[in-house]
């Protein structure tokens, strides 16, 4: 049973409660949502090889990594807090997939050691004054020119300016504009090279899928 969180606790705290209440109740309505599982094919299709090593940030269930490891490649996954469906995934796939619990920020993950990352709903709740600290993370992981797949809450239309909300269990939650989303990613260090707009089950809701390469770090250091 996961402690109690006070609304003045660390927000790392707040985020791991959120989330662990939410998979224990059966409420991750994300693991069955049609337009999450368009990101991975969306990335497959720029891909080169079908034997390289793609990262899974916030895996949750698995889909995401069951399907990278399906095309052909290997997968070290993660998550705040590891879930019984990792079991089955790693009996089946052996020494093609591995699992690490905590924040990815925190994994102190080998550099340039990913062709690729998937991020499929973690970005738009962290705290936007981590969004970079996050982003480096990933970034720093990624061989240069590695490719990061990136799924945001957005709106079904485009809108001036995104919006903040902050759930009852204390999780913030992100609408990025698509402007928003190539500043951010302009200003860590990644180029968009594909984006598109998916309808959510949830009427006027969409996600901003999108696929950014990363920048090498030799080049920005020459500049």
Partial sequence: ???????????????????ERRYRAGEDSWS???AMRQLVPLLLERLDSRSGHVLDIGAGRGPDTVDLLSAGHRVTA??????PDWDAIESRWADRV?????????????PETFDAAVDNGVLHHQDPARYLTYLAAVRRALRPGGLLALSLFSTAEE???????????????????????????GAAHFEVVALERIPRKLEGLAYLLVIA????????EGR
Avoid: C
Avoid at 5 to 19: C, I, T
Avoid at 78 to 83: E, I, N, Q, S
């Fill in 1 to 19: 049973m996961t402690p109690a969180v006070g609304a003045d606790a660390p927000y790392d705290k707040v985020l791991y409660a959120a989330f």
């Fill in 32 to 34: 069955r949502e049609p």
């Fill in 78 to 83: 993660t998550d705040l807090l590891r879930l």
């Fill in 98 to 110: 591995a699992f690490l619990e905590g924040d990815i920020t925190e994994l102190h993950l080998s």
């Fill in 159 to 185: 809108r001036p300016d995104g919006v903040a909300n902050h759930a009852d269990d204390g999780r913030i939650s992100r609408w990025f504009t698509e402007s928003e989303a190539r500043q951010l990613l």
């Fill in 213 to 220: 390469a990363a920048a090498d770090t030799d080049d920005e």
